[in-house]
């Protein structure tokens, strides 16, 4: 079975508001999470990397006031959209990786439409 | 329904040999490929992808992949190791709505 679990799977919102995607480890601690965007036909874009109990590591190009990440426990990060706009609509994954450092786990992922 | 299969959990190699990582895809769809590759501590980094236009893809730091579609495969190839490659690869399987990754391969490189 899964062990990073993301939710929701699918979620549509109105342009304006928020909404918060999580991201669970499910049997292990997470010390960092990584959290992908990806457009239609696309490779993954890195968007930033969290280390629980600090701020997250936005890559280049990544607005953090509006890709808000908080990673306060050692099995979830969330990251939440902020006042949504249609171009923000696009595939969202997390993985998860554990203290020993070794193994990568990623989430089903979420696909995000702004309407 | 969609599959991705890394044939190799952990593959080691010497450096200035060839390496060879295998994926085997299953997918309804034309589907799109990719290769990525995670240092340590490090996110995602795409090697390269396939998008239906040629077969032989190549990529970054020396890598290729070839599409086969009678072999549902999609091998990563390097004519020679760097001590550098060593880092963990994902073959990902991508369709219009859903990127299925492969359970990873952890390329070691020995002197």
């Known amino acids: 079975g899964a062990v990073v679990s993301q939710h929701p799977s699918w979620v549509i919102c109105k342009s304006g508001t928020s909404v918060k995607i999580e991201c669970r480890s499910l049997d292990f601690q997470a010390t960092t999470m990584f959290w992908y965007r990806q457009f239609p036909k696309q490779s993954l874009m890195l968007m930033a990397t969290?280390?629980?109990?600090?701020?997250?590591?936005?890559e280049q190009g990544v607005e953090k006031d509006k890709f808000l990440i908080n990673h306060a426990s050692l099995t979830l990060s969330t990251l939440t959209v902020t006042s949504a706009h249609p171009e923000d609509s696009s595939f969202y994954i997390c993985s998860a990786m554990g203290d020993s450092r070794n193994t990568i786990y990623f989430g089903e992922g979420s696909w995000l439409t702004v309407v | 329904a969609q599959s991705v299969t890394q044939l190799d959990s952990h593959v080691s190699v010497s450096e200035g040999t060839p390496v060879l990582l295998r994926c085997n895809y299953s997918s309804s769809y034309s589907p799109s490929l990719f290769w990525y590759v995670q240092h340590p501590n490090k996110g995602l980094q795409l090697l390269l992808k396939y998008t239906s236009a040629a077969t032989l893809v190549k990529g970054i730091n020396g890598f290729e992949a070839e599409f086969k579609k009678s072999e549902t495969s999609f091998h990563l190839t390097k004519p020679s190791a760097h001590m550098s490659d060593a880092a963990e690869y994902f073959c990902?399987?991508?369709?219009?709505?859903?990127?299925?990754f492969g359970t990873g391969t952890r390329l070691q490189v020995t002197l």
């Open positions: 990902v399987l991508g369709t219009a709505s859903k990127l299925t």
């Open positions: 969290s280390n629980e109990g600090s701020k997250a590591t936005y």
